[in-house]
């Protein structure tokens, strides 16, 4: 038990499971290979094959396969929430973990480029929430967070999903809401555009829309040099 608190940095609770459990402790000592994984490796044999051992005698899966799915969960291979659905399938067919997940595609998605679409239709398909967040309800981030991790079933990178979702709504945050505040935001950039102009000695060229009843759109251009 104490080694497992000191050594291992195990939290008392799953220490205690495992150090009182002769079954539990030989099979978490032949597992571990790494200290720096030893409480993944401790939380899955304190819980998940603890609950194994309780319904069947005879495991299908051995030691050094649980330490292949720890190295699979701590180097971002697999997320934990997958890591569940692979143990479930190892414990049926006895397969090895990292075949699991390529037979399945449980690869965990960390490219923000096939992350971000799918943000972004969360984002459209809640705009309700996203008006809300808007007003200050902040709380709605983990509700967008949930909703992109359930559609990628749970595959895409937590930590990634979590900074690319709160960068992103951040920036629908000050985005402008109505025409209104789009035409003050134009103007904004028109005035700064032309200040950087005038001390530039460059040109600064005025675009301007307007739009009439039947939707006609009259340009007009004027440069002015400095």
């Known amino acids: 038990y104490e080694t497992y608190i000191n050594k291992f940095k195990l ?12 079954k539990l402790s030989n099979f978490f ?12 490796l401790a939380n899955i044999v304190a819980n998940e094959v603890a609950r194994e051992l309780k319904q069947k005698p005879n495991l299908k899966f051995n030691p050094k396969q649980i330490a292949t799915l720890v190295k699979l969960i701590v180097d971002g291979t697999i997320s934990t929430k997958i890591s569940k659905q692979v ?17 399945k595609g449980l690869i965990q998605i960390s490219d923000p480029t096939q992350i971000e679409p799918i943000i972004d239709e969360v984002i459209a398909n809640n705009q309700e929430n996203l008006k809300k967040f808007k007003d200050g309800n902040k709380k709605l981030l983990g509700f967008f ?54 001390q530039s000695g460059g040109m600064f060229i005025v675009r301007i829309e307007d739009s009439q009843k039947d939707k006609d759109i009259k340009d007009k251009s004027i440069s002015k040099p400095f």
């Open 145 to 198: 967070i949930g909703q992109v991790l359930k559609a990628t079933n749970g595959k895409a990178n937590p930590k990634i999903v979590n900074e690319l979702v709160a960068k992103r709504l951040e920036m629908y945050r000050f985005a402008p809401s109505s025409i209104d505040e789009l035409s003050l935001n134009g103007l904004r950039v028109a005035l700064y555009n032309y200040i950087f102009a005038k």
């Open 11 to 22: 939290n008392s609770e799953i220490a205690n499971t495992i150090a009182r459990d002769e």
């Open 29 to 40: 000592e032949e597992a571990i290979v790494d200290e720096s994984s030893a409480v993944t």
């Open 87 to 103: 143990f479930e399938e190892m414990s049926k067919s006895g397969k090895n973990p990292q075949t699991i997940v390529e037979e």
